[in-house]
Nanobody, 129 residues
Framework: QLQLVESGGGLVQPGGSLRLSCVAS????????IGWFRQVPGKEREGVSC????????NYADSVKGRFTISEDNINNTVYLQMNSLKPEDTAVYYC??????????????????????WGQGTQVTVSS
């Protein structure tokens, strides 16, 4: 089994920054991409960013391009989401998830939640003055 644990959420003022961490443990050789998603009550889970294992390729939602950066620390099995220039509309619970499909080796990581098999418990990000 693969376990994912997020951390780094909190309260920040508009224009501020946060860095989220997603630490993978267990069968860490099983994942081929890690994605970050967010969800607010009453709305569907939204893909924010993802990275193919090894950090070779990344993908971003249009709403966060130029503000968020995803990166991977292969040694510590950790994926980071650096979030800058935060806006109130970025407020949500942020989740990381793992895609264990072998086919992902040959395709860019996906921002669709249905492509991911293992999920963390989420971390709250609140952007407010």
């Amino acid at each position: 089994q693969l376990q994912l644990v997020e951390s780094g959420g909190g309260l920040v003022q508009p224009g501020g920054s946060l860095r989220l961490s997603c630490v993978a443990s267990g069968r860490t050789s099983d994942y081929y991409a890690i994605g970050w998603f967010r969800q607010v009550p009453g709305k569907e889970r939204e893909g924010v960013s993802c990275v193919n294992a090894g950090g070779s390729s990344t993908n971003y939602a249009d709403s966060v391009k130029g503000r968020f950066t995803i990166s991977e620390d292969n040694i510590n099995n950790t994926v980071y989401l650096q979030m800058n220039s935060l806006k109130p509309e970025d407020t949500a619970v942020y989740y990381c998830a793992a895609d264990t499909s072998v086919g992902r080796l040959f395709r860019l990581c996906d921002l669709s939640a249905g492509e991911y098999d293992f999920w963390g418990q989420g971390t709250q990000v609140t952007v407010s003055s």
